[in-house]
């Protein structure tokens, strides 16, 4: 048999050869015997979903495989890139979006959350990156990994709460020899996003043999790519009409009061820029944002990894490994401004035309249409002489500010981590064939944001409190400030008063752990069976701590622009864990069943919440699976689990605060980001309804929709919480036909259910709940709050609370699909041919953020603020390898099936302005990608791979810039789904001596 192929079988015998994308697997780490020939010999053996370690039992536990090869083709630069390509697997928050990205990046198995799953280096739990419990993908060291394992499905009672989705887990290369020295680069034909990658890794025995260590090191640098240097992305296209725009607040239309830009009518005042009279009313003229966001994030990153292990005594080793990695990555947003905040605006102001002035007078934000000024004539020219606020004839106007920031820049955050994770273990034998290991780790992250080019809240409300001497406060270098004239009207005095500085907010979130492993063979073996009971005990303790720390601009909310306030945070909890797993061969080599094998496990949590009422609860997850070959050609598989997540630090302990959530619509509004009014307003009992949420009566038919499709929300943590619960079953076969040698075929279908789920609602589900029965007394309709001043959902977050949306343990979630792979290799003539498919089918996902209440909502397939990430019906990866002497030509297809938006027919179709041509954002067709890449072996420590992504240089759909949420719609389109960037070149080399 050749090496291929017994690799191919050796990875099916384990059960984890599910999902094969190259064209080698090794599912157990082998070498090359000393003799020479083709023998191979185990060496050590990481089983992803077990603590049990034997390789010769079937396992029931469908795990896909990516392998070093697919990393090579792929020319990865991160993890998230490799895991983002497997069918089934939907994107989350990555380097493709910048607007809510931290620097992050994050895996989301099956669509049910990114906290939901667990990331693993050789099977075991690091530290977490941030305050959700979610570990952060740019920490793996790349050059050391072997293969990538993703098991689906509940898997908390092989490594404990979290993984109701899943676990990834990273093999190392074990043993490593040598040196080898890596580097990458890679560039768009635009001749930007330029990417460097550098690693060396060097690797030694030591003792004799007795023991090994490596060390890794590396370099990362990517360059951003912005959307406004792509023809489809460099206007803002407004999903509702398709024009290009943007937001409504923008240098041309300094508004007080509601946004409708016709002057007094209606109830608002709106300054357009251009006027050098300085009158109300002037033509609307919106933002365009797009050109400051980007496609690609800038990110650089420095890692080390070092490993060893030694032999102290006959029969024990000691292990040890580190993990240490510093990222900086800098966003880059649109401008800051007021984003129709409270201001009291004095009528003596310095800047203020008397045009203006008189405006003001005549300015009633109760009243609208048909008002009663605020001030006679008389009090408004007196009020222009008045030196102070203590002055008789001085008189001011309390309304709401909407500016932008556009003379001082974008808004840019600087995101600094570190990450350092420490583990030192022993293990040995107790017996032939038993065996233990105990471990203990400590691990830590800790990030810095530091954020720059805001305007400070309470200095543009300063501000505006100035008479003809100057501010009325000036203790702290106040300068009036001219938010009444055209662009440039704001110098530069008044931009550093404004901005004051800069602002920190710092994360650190910290887990120890020790852990304890008796495993192996009881001894006793079924009459039925030639293999042993094997079995595996521990015992497990980790300790979580988190805290996020605040500077005084962060944490009182005074950044304008920045969604809400940052608050201090802190908090942990502990966890005492037992855990027992069996896997018992009940036949073989029986007429019937060449084998059939079933495993078993269960594992008992106790948790300690670090609060003043010291909560507590316990949690009980186990598995059952079987596997039956009734012939050599065809194993049969299932496995059913039930899994828990505890509720992480930021939903136990994060105070309750006025936030951004991503909304287009508003059944009270009337008013788009244009400017344009689109309805008459709500009448009857919904017009009662918004009033009663806090709308002015005279607003009514003047409402704006969203600030550029963003709405106020209040939430926050919960330490009532309590673990949800996961019950997910997968029932699959392996086909291996002797008939077609190389041939390996699996399917399996998996079903994931999530009940009392961590959720918030919905914008959607929020709003549902009252106006599917609006009422003045219905509790749900009370709770919405909105602006005193313009009846919006958006505003100054001490004034306008927006939707509630609080954490609870009401929401249900539930997925289920069927995986296929196929793997074949064969040789014809000089030529290795190796073909791998794998497919996935997605039948459902749904999530009701209250149980009974929300309902159902069924995202597969669809987009919109609801269904965030695109998760397509259909998807595979289809890759091709052909091998000749020293070359191989690898071609990969990648389908991605068609999309619709949750509420088709509501998004725009025609033309679209700039030569764009015909959209229809309603839907998004099905997607084919196809990458070239090139190896060739120089001499035999010597490799040079060169790839070609999007070879046909597919643009990507667009669908306009406020369909769904700001973390995956972004630049017209879902640039974590689709590529954005256009046809991109690589090239890498690899050395090894």
């Known amino acids: 048999m050749s090496k291929e192929l017994l690799n191919l079988r050796r990875a099916a015998l384990l059960g984890s050869a599910a999902t094969l994308l190259a064209s080698s697997f090794t599912g157990v780490a082998v070498a090359q015997d000393q003799s020479g020939d083709d023998e191979f010999v185990i060496e050590e053996v990481i089983v992803t979903g077990s603590l049990i370690r034997n390789p010769n039992l079937v396992r029931s536990a469908p795990v896909a495989v990516v392998s070093t090869d697919e990393m090579t083709f792929q020319q990865t630069n991160v993890a998230e890139e490799i895991l983002r390509e497997i069918p089934g697997m939907v994107p989350s928050i990555g380097s493709n979006v910048n607007n809510g990205n931290g620097g992050f990046s994050y895996v989301n198995l099956r669509g049910i959350g990114s906290n939901r799953n667990i990331v693993l280096i050789d099977g075991q739990r690091l530290s977490p990156s941030e305050l959700n419990g979610r570990f952060d993908l740019n920490n793996v060291p790349l050059a050391l990994v072997e293969r990538v394992d993703v098991l689906t499905g509940g898997a908390s009672t092989t490594y404990g709460a979290d993984a109701l989705g899943g676990v990834v887990n990273f093999v190392t290369k074990r043993d490593f020899n040598g040196v080898e020295m890596n580097a990458a680069y890679g560039v768009t034909e635009e001749g930007d996003g330029d990417t460097k990658r550098f690693e060396v890794t060097m690797g030694t025995d030591l003792g004799d043999g007795k023991g090994n260590a490596v060390v890794s090191i590396g370099y990362q640098d990517s360059k951003p790519v912005y959307q406004g240097d792509r023809a489809y992305s460099e206007c803002s296209l407004g999903s509702g009409n398709g024009l290009c725009g943007g937001s409504g607040l923008g240098p041309f239309n300094t508004r007080f009061g509601n946004?409708?830009?016709t002057g007094t009518d209606g109830g608002n005042l709106a300054l357009g820029g251009v006027q050098d009279d300085r009158t109300f009313g002037a033509a609307f003229t919106p933002f365009n944002f797009n050109p400051f966001n980007v496609y690609q994030t800038p990110f650089e990153r420095y890692n080390i990894y070092a490993a060893a292990n030694y032999e102290i005594a006959e029969g024990v080793e000691v292990y040890t490994r580190g993990i240490f990695s510093r990222n900086v990555v800098e966003t880059i947003?649109?401008?800051?401004?007021?984003?129709?905040?409270?201001v009291t605006v004095s009528l003596s102001h310095p800047y203020l035309s008397d045009a203006q002035r008189n405006a003001f007078c005549a300015f009633d934000t109760q009243a609208g249409?048909?008002?009663?000024?605020?001030?006679?004539?008389?009090?408004?020219?007196?009020?222009?002489?008045?030196?102070?606020?203590?002055?008789?004839?001085?008189?001011?106007?309390?309304?709401q500010l909407r500016r932008r920031n556009v003379e001082g820049g974008p808004r840019i955050s600087e995101y600094s981590a570190d990450y350092f994770d420490y583990q030192l273990g022993f293990r040995g034998d107790i017996t032939e064939s038993i065996s233990w290991d105990v471990f203990g780790s400590y691990g830590e992250s800790r990030q810095s944001q530091l954020q720059q080019g805001y305007w400070l809240k309470s200095r543009f409300r300063q501000g505006l409190l100035a008479g003809p001497d100057g501010c009325f406060d000036a203790s702290n270098g106040c300068v009036p400030v001219d938010f009444f004239g055209p662009t440039g009207s704001i110098n530069e005095e008044m931009t550093a008063f404004l901005q004051g500085g800069e602002s920190t907010v710092v994360t650190k979130f910290d887990m120890a752990q020790v852990k304890g492993v008796v495993s192996g063979e009881t001894g006793w073996t079924l009459p039925w069976a030639s293999e042993a009971v094997n079995f595996?005990?521990?015992?497990?303790?980790?300790?979580?701590?988190?805290?996020?720390?605040?500077?005084?601009l962060s944490k009182g909310g005074d950044l304008g622009g920045a969604g809400g306030a940052a608050p201090d945070i802190s908090g942990g909890y502990s966890v005492y864990e037992g855990v027992a797993e069996f896997v018992v061969p009940v036949v073989s080599d029986a007429s019937w069943a060449k084998s059939l094998n079933f495993e078993a496990g269960i594992r008992y949590s106790d948790y300690s919440i670090d609060a003043?009422?010291?909560?507590?609860?316990?949690?009980?997850?186990w598995k059952l699976g079987t596997s039956w070959t009734p012939v050599d050609d065809l194993t049969f598989r299932a496995t059913f689990a039930r899994a828990v997540r505890a509720p992480n630090i930021a939903e136990l302990f994060a105070p309750v605060t006025t936030n951004l959530t991503n909304l287009g619509d508003d059944p009270c509004a009337s008013v788009d980001d244009n400017g344009q009014v689109v309805n008459s307003g709500p009448t009857g009992v919904v017009r009662d309804v918004c009033i009663a949420q806090g709308a002015p009566a005279g607003a009514i038919g003047a409402i704006p929709f969203p600030a550029a499709g963003q709405a106020n929300y209040t939430g926050g943590g919960n330490i009532d919480l309590t673990p949800e619960k996961s019950d997910s079953w997968t029932l699959g076969a392996i086909i291996q036909p002797a008939a077609v040698p190389g041939l390996t075929v699996t399917i399996d279908y998996y079903n994931i259910k999530v009940k009392e789920a961590i959720a918030q609602p919905t914008p959607n589900d929020a709003l549902d709940a009252c106006f599917d029965n609006p009422s003045t007394s219905n509790p749900a309709c009370l709770a919405i709050v909105r602006s005193p001043i313009d009846g919006s959902l958006s505003g100054d977050e001490a004034v306008v609370k927006g939707l509630p949306l609080t954490y609870s343990n009401s929401?249900?979630?539930?997925?289920?699909?069927?995986?296929?792979?196929?793997?074949?290799?064969?040789?014809?003539?000089?030529?290795?041919?190796?073909s791998t498919f794998a497919g996935n089918w997605t039948n459902s996902s749904t999530f009701e953020a209250v149980t009974g209440v929300s309902g159902q909502r069924e995202c597969v397939g669809l987009y919109s603020a609801n269904c965030a990430s695109i998760q397509p019906k259909f998807s595979w990866n289809w890759r091709n390898t052909f091998s000749v002497d020293k070359f191989d030509v690898s071609v990969m297809w990648r389908h991605i099936d068609g999309n619709a938006y949750e509420f088709e027919g509501d998004l725009f179709e025609g033309e679209l302005p700039n030569n764009l041509g015909y959209a229809n954002f309603n839907k998004i067709g099905s997607y084919d990608y196809f990458d070239l890449s090139v190896r060739y072996n120089v001499l035999e420590n010597v490799s040079i791979t060169g790839t070609v992504s999007n070879l046909f240089d597919k643009e990507p759909p667009i669908v306009g810039n406020d369909t769904g949420s700001t973390s995956y719609n972004s630049g017209n389109t879902y640039p974590s789904t689709y590529d954005a960037l256009g046809r991109r070149y690589g090239i890498s080399a690899k050395v090894t001596f």
């Open 259 to 261: 946004v409708n830009p």
């Open 612 to 621: 003043d009422t010291n909560p507590s609860f316990s949690t009980t997850t």
């Open 536 to 552: 595996a005990v521990g015992g497990e303790y980790r300790k979580y701590t988190g805290a996020q720390k605040s500077d005084l």
């Open 369 to 399: 249409a048909g008002y009663t000024p605020l001030f006679t004539q008389a009090e408004c020219d007196a009020a222009a002489t008045a030196t102070s606020q203590s002055d008789p004839n001085y008189r001011e106007v309390d309304t």
């Open 811 to 834: 929401g249900n979630l539930a997925t289920d699909g069927i995986d296929v792979t196929v793997s074949y290799g064969h040789t014809f003539g000089a030529v290795d041919w190796n």
């Open 333 to 342: 947003i649109a401008p800051s401004g007021a984003f129709g905040d409270s």
